[in-house]
């Protein structure tokens, strides 16, 4: 079975300031990681993906996320927050050889203050 | 751009209703997902579908029912409505190779009374 664990409900964080989402996953075999974004009342935008290669992903608005194997991570990060970054976050997994739906965690909930 | 389209944003029924979601992708996807997102549980998958006609249980599915007659269009059903399956529904879809990014619609918001 896979799980993904964003152990912060809230993570507040002053404009400007550089911004860390903590994401852990558990997956019997190699993971691909996602990171998306839902604004109020929308559904979820894409930001980022770790499939293979480079552990440091780069994806859209300024965000990138690391890959730690030994971990079990993918955090989000950002050098720069931005009041408009305020949003609810999801990491998600699926194993390469699983079934094909992805597995979410909670969601984290990010505010930039001014 | 990827379009995933779903056809309420808002939906209000009374319990004991048939309810109808639709959704529907304009990207020839082969896969195409539900989910129901309720606060501080994330998203929990209902039910998907690989292919026309072919589908899976998810983590959730009671209660639920889906069909897939055209490649485009995945439908979700709710046999009986009941109080507890207020919450937002979303629709994805992704290609078939399997570290596809999932692409989602706007979601519904329904309310069973």
């Known amino acids: 079975a896979q799980s993904v664990a964003q152990p912060e409900d809230q993570v507040n964080v002053a404009e400007g300031n550089p911004l860390t989402v903590k994401c852990t996953y558990s997956?019997?075999?190699?993971?691909?990681l996602f990171w998306y974004v839902q604004y109020p009342n929308r559904g979820l935008q894409f930001l980022l993906k770790?499939?293979?290669?480079?552990?440091l992903v780069k994806g859209s608005y300024g965000f990138e996320a690391e890959f730690n194997k030994s971990q079990t991570s993918f955090h989000l990060k950002k050098p720069s927050a931005l009041v408009s970054d305020s949003a609810l976050y999801f990491c998600?997994?699926?194993?390469?050889?699983?079934?094909?739906?992805?597995?979410f965690g909670s969601g984290t909930r990010l505010q930039v203050q001014p | 751009d990827v379009k995933v389209t779903q056809s309420s944003r808002y939906l209000v029924k009374r319990t004991g209703e048939k309810v109808f979601l639709e959704c529907v992708q304009d990207?020839?996807?082969?896969?195409m997902f539900w989910y129901r997102q309720d606060p501080g549980l994330g998203l929990r998958l209902i039910y998907f579908?690989?292919?026309?006609?072919?589908?899976e249980k998810g983590d959730i599915p009671e209660g639920y029912s889906v069909s897939r007659e055209k490649k485009e269009r995945f439908s979700l059903i709710l046999e009986s409505a009941s109080t507890n399956q207020t919450s937002m529904y979303l629709c994805a879809s992704s290609g078939a190779f399997s570290g596809e990014t999932q692409y989602f619609g706007p979601g519904t918001r329904l309310l069973v009374l």
């Open positions: 770790y499939i293979t290669g480079d552990n």
């Open positions: 579908s690989y292919d026309v006609k072919m589908k």
């Open positions: 997956v019997s075999g190699n993971p691909y």
């Open positions: 998600a997994v699926r194993d390469r050889t699983g079934r094909r739906a992805l597995t």
């Open positions: 990207m020839d996807h082969e896969n």
